[in-house]
């Protein structure tokens, strides 16, 4: 359904030298950096069915080869073991760079990491978009809002972002790697795109990975009390997976750099979100006051009014019919677990 350009594919193609892939054929050679992790898996599957080449560049950091496996011996799909920080040479029409840890446990495990995943990645991969002549897009994050003065936030909001808290390294490193794809979108002319993603949920994520919707699913499927941090009164609004997956693709494939917001408006607070879950989940459930991390953003909601007009984007699946899907995943890896297999 997403119109594909086979301008850009040929251009690509009589610039690299190499077979094209795009003439009469509606196909591409797309990269996907982290398509091993949880939103990039997502967006490979939807590539490969539309009848992409897809390469994954991974370093299986966060990642997991279970997320891909299905596509293993599809000889449409490819995945490599590599580290973004380092360079690599590559053909392709399109780069969809997402490696970089996402949650927060994860990304303040070793800052320095994270910083350069975001920096030196970023920078590589531009690189990359440069001599190639590919079309590159970034995945950013809301988090380059900070603790938002402004509510909701639009993309013309400039952030409120402590530059040497312990969320710097991962929002700092984002508003950098925005400001890298600017500049060799100004300077050397790659086609650009940026997405402003808010927090996203859905099957694949890390069990154990700190993040709020993760944790309270499994928590609530192990029969443990849901961990609320803080008086549980700071909000979040909730992305589910498939939504952000065809707002990359539109932006991707669309005429307009961004940076655009990719979120789902409706707005929760962290008790709110532990009631949905034990709607969902358990009506047993109970919660557990925990002490908040330092530097927690108050609130959070996308203004998804720029998304919605120049991409024709917005999401179709609210936190109550998106939660249930992603619990019987989370159920089968606990499971799993508790029989040893690990996962
Ligand atoms: P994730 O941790 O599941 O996936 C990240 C992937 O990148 C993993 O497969 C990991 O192994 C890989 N990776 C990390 N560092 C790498 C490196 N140096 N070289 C190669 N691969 C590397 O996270 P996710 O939720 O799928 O997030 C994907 C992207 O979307 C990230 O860039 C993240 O910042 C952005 N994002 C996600 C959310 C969200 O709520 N999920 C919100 C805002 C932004
Ligand atoms: N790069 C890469 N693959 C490529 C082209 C470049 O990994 O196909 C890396 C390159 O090693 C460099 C970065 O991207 O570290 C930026 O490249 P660019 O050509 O813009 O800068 P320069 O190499 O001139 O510093
Ligand atoms: N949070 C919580 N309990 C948890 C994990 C997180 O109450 O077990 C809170 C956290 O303090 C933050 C919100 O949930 O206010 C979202 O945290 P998350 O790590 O999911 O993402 P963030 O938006 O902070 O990147």
Wanted: charged share 25%; with cysteine.
């Amino acid at each position: 359904s997403v119109p594909l350009t086979h301008t850009s594919t040929v251009t690509t193609s009589y610039k690299t030298g190499r077979v094209p892939v795009g003439i009469g054929k509606k196909r591409m050679r797309i990269v996907v950096t982290g398509g091993a992790g949880f939103v990039g898996s997502h967006l490979v599957d939807k590539l490969i069915k539309r009848g992409d080449d897809v390469i994954v560049i991974d370093n299986f950091f966060t990642g997991r080869k279970e997320n891909v496996m299905h596509h293993f011996g599809n000889h449409r799909f490819e995945l490599i073991r590599h580290d973004v920080v380092e360079p690599i040479l590559l053909e392709v029409d399109q780069i969809y760079h997402l490696a970089c840890p996402a949650s927060p446990v994860h990304y303040k495990y070793n800052p320095v990491k994270t910083i350069k995943t975001n920096v030196m990645g970023t920078l590589n991969m531009l690189g990359l978009a440069k001599r190639i002549g590919a079309r590159f897009l970034l995945t950013s994050t809301s988090e380059v809002y900070g603790d938002p003065l402004e509510h909701p936030q639009k993309e013309t909001y400039w952030g409120h972002v402590n530059p040497i808290g312990v969320r710097s390294c991962y929002d700092e490193g984002k508003r950098t790697a925005e400001t890298l794809t600017m500049d060799y979108h100004r300077g050397a002319g790659v086609e650009v795109r940026i997405a402003r993603i808010f927090n996203t949920y859905g099957p694949r994520m890390c069990l154990d990975d700190g993040r709020v919707v993760s944790n309270f699913v499994s928590q609530a499927i192990r029969r443990q009390p849901m961990t609320v941090y803080g008086d549980g009164k700071q909000t979040r609004s909730f992305q589910y997976v498939s939504d952000l997956v065809d707002g990359l693709m539109a932006l991707m494939e669309g005429e307009h750099i961004g940076p655009f917001n990719l979120g789902n408006p409706g707005e929760f607070t962290m008790l709110e979100l532990a009631e949905v879950v034990k709607e969902v989940i358990d009506p047993s459930a109970t919660i557990e006051f925990r002490a908040n991390t330092a530097d927690d953003p108050h609130k959070r909601k996308p203004d998804i009014s720029k998304a919605k007009e120049l991409l024709n984007w917005e999401p179709k699946v609210p936190l109550r019919e998106g939660l249930p899907l992603m619990v019987n995943d989370f159920r089968n890896r606990i499971l799993n677990e508790d029989e040893g297999k690990g996962n």
